[in-house]
């Protein structure tokens, strides 16, 4: 391939407005252009915002509003979407392309309207078209209002640490050769940290992010992944790491000197800069559950510096030149460090879980494959398609309409109501070897339809179909409870008794472990349609997802919004 790409000719226009908890109103433009940016010694054009790899941060306050203009200039066609906001009443502003927009085509625009209620901590802004998210991605921070503080000591310095993914080819080429071939997509060629690759990559030294810190003071690191598909270990060498917030969350605060985050889920810790000062590696390499499958098998690195550190003098061992200390990372394919974490993670005092629940939901998760076209032989196993679905369903997005201008226009022919609330076939789901019968799926464009105000229990179980593997799952316009998780077959039997119904963590995306289960709980107090997917992009370009459809309640203030006059045509 030659040494220069294209990823993206795309200029995106935002134009925000947010009320930071007064009555002033504060304007930003945006723009999202293509711009040279070398990596890994290679040129390549890719989409910026303000000329900036990651995009710009977002800063609000709990209780502000957006306004945010977007205007397409590119040859693809692009949405947005400000993954884990809950949207309430807004789901027009959600953004996954078909889901409830159509996208917006090159020349076209939309402006994005919501209001942030009830959520403190950290998110993150993410195009949802189809692999657009592997550069355009940017971290949105939600302070407290005005007057109110954090529910821990106030730290003397804030940083962000995004997690990213890097191809040496254009993303969306990526994901359509893959298309075409039924084969897995190409893995990357690097992670980064903050856009950078770190100085373990070749030609990549002089762009290390340094992170600096003072000696004896608290830090707090907001950490994003936004990788596009991998789970990934992090650490910081000679630290130790106190977990205060998760997916804009607050949690009770433990310990750890490993985080495992996933695609789509954020971490918020506390770091005291309690070390020598020297300089140390902060950190991420792949967590890899699949079997004998390819991954992208290298570390990125930014760089922890104390400003105390000596200056580069001669004979001097501990110089800012000299060689950062590298932290331990677990091993790729060990999974003890992972579930660890997550049973760390609780809410910092009992949690006003619901009790009482109205619908009871099994979704299996999964791979699984579609015969390969006659007379081809397509890079799937056994010469097949890769697909992946849940309860059996191949999600299709539709493409002449969204489902949520279906759903309240009440067109017909655009989705089903009859995604089953169970397995449509019961059997060993985490055996080792699952029968070929059952790997494939039925295509199908699918949602599952409550009532308002209805209490939604949903036990998500992997299984083994072609292989087991560890799915984040992302719920739009809920956050939800995440009440337990196992390995092996979920039994309602004796694992309900193991329910935290006490202090649950509240996330918008779990981590569903390998060959195991988790059970989630909420109310479905947002009307709208509400995608619920893996965020590993690969497998939600296979099918691995469904739609939830929560209906109107009573009155407006329990109805979906109107939608805007300018809501992108189809």
């Given at each position: 391939m030659g040494a220069c790409y294209t990823l993206v000719a795309l200029s995106l226009l935002f134009a925000i407005a947010a009320q930071l908890g007064t009555a002033e109103v504060h304007y930003h433009n945006f723009v999202v252009q293509a711009k040279p940016v070398?990596?890994?010694?290679?040129?390549?054009?890719?989409?910026?915002?303000?000329?900036?790899?990651?995009?710009?941060?977002?800063?609000?306050?709990?209780?502000?509003s957006l306004v945010i203009k977007v205007v397409n200039r590119a040859r693809y066609n692009v949405t947005l979407h400000w993954h884990g906001i809950r949207q309430l009443r807004t789901g027009w502003a959600d953004g996954p392309e078909f889901v409830t927009q159509c996208p917006i085509k090159p020349g076209g625009r939309y402006t994005y309207r919501f209001t942030i209620k009830g959520q403190e901590g950290t998110l993150w802004w993410h195009a949802h078209s189809s692999w657009l998210r592997a550069t355009v991605y940017g971290a949105l921070i939600i302070y407290p209002e005005l007057n109110k503080h954090y529910p821990f000591n106030k730290p003397k310095r804030e940083a962000t640490v995004i997690l990213g993914e890097w191809w040496d080819a254009n993303p969306i080429d990526v994901v359509n050769r893959a298309a075409r071939t039924g084969a897995a997509p190409n893995v990357s060629n690097a992670y980064t940290i903050n856009g950078q690759p770190g100085d373990l990559y070749k030609c990549s030294s002089k762009g290390t992010v340094i992170v600096p810190v003072a000696s004896g003071q608290t830090n707090l690191l907001r950490i994003i992944n936004a990788a596009l598909n991998q789970e990934l270990y992090f650490a910081i060498a000679g630290h130790e790491l106190i977990v205060v917030a998760a997916d804009a969350s607050y949690t009770k605060p433990f310990t750890t000197s490993i985080l495992m985050i996933a695609p789509g889920q954020t971490t918020d810790v506390l770091l005291i800069a309690n070390q020598p000062p020297g300089r140390y590696y902060?950190?991420?390499?792949?967590?890899?559950?699949?079997?004998?499958?390819?991954?992208?098998n290298t570390t990125t690195t930014a760089i922890l510096e104390y400003k105390s550190a000596p200056c580069p003098s001669k004979g001097s061992s501990t110089t800012k030149t000299s060689k950062p200390i590298f932290p331990s990372l677990p091993a790729y394919n060990d999974s003890g460090p992972a579930t660890a974490f997550a049973a760390g993670i609780r809410s910092p005092s009992p949690?006003?879980?619901?009790?009482?629940?109205?619908?009871?939901?099994?979704?299996?998760?999964?791979?699984?494959?579609?015969?390969?076209?006659?007379?081809?032989?397509?890079?799937?196993?056994?010469?097949?398609?890769?697909?992946?679905?849940?309860?059996?369903?191949?999600?299709?997005l539709p493409r002449n309409l969204s489902m949520l201008q279906a759903h309240q226009f009440g067109i017909p022919g655009i989705f089903t109501t009859d995604f089953p609330a169970f397995p449509p076939v019961q059997f060993d789901y985490t055996a080792a070897n699952v029968s070929q019968a059952l790997w494939q799926p039925i295509p199908g464009t699918k949602v599952f339809k409550v009532k308002y105000g209805s209490t939604v229990q949903i036990v998500l179980q992997d299984t083994n179909i072609v292989t087991g593997e560890n799915h984040p799952?992302?719920?739009?316009?809920?956050?939800?409870?995440?009440?337990?998780?196992?390995?092996?077959?979920?039994?309602?039997?004796?694992?309900?008794?193991?329910?935290?119904?006490?202090?649950?963590?509240l996330r918008n995306t779990v981590a569903v472990p390998v060959s195991?289960?988790?059970?989630?709980?909420?109310?479905?107090?947002?009307?709208?349609?509400?995608?619920?997917?893996c965020h590993l992009d690969v497998h939600i370009t296979w099918g691995l997802a469904m739609a939830l459809l929560v209906e109107n309640g009573v009155g407006k203030l329990q109805s979906l919004e109107p939608p805007p006059a300018d809501l992108p045509p189809c």
């Open positions: 070398k990596r890994l010694c290679k040129t390549h054009n890719i989409i910026t915002v303000n000329g900036q790899y990651p995009g710009p941060t977002l800063e609000v306050r709990n209780g502000d902060i950190a991420a390499r792949a967590y890899v559950t699949t079997q004998n499958a390819a991954f992208d949690a006003p879980v619901p009790n009482n629940v109205d619908v009871n939901l099994f979704f299996t998760v999964g791979l699984g494959t579609f015969n390969c076209p006659r007379g081809r032989t397509c890079g799937g196993p056994n010469g097949n398609r890769f697909t992946a679905s849940m309860n059996n369903i191949s999600f299709v799952i992302h719920l739009h316009g809920y956050d939800f409870y995440i009440l337990a998780q196992g390995f092996g077959n979920f039994n309602p039997r004796t694992d309900t008794q193991n329910f935290n119904l006490i202090d649950p963590p195991g289960w988790a059970v989630i709980r909420f109310v479905a107090d947002n009307p709208g349609v509400w995608l619920m997917h």
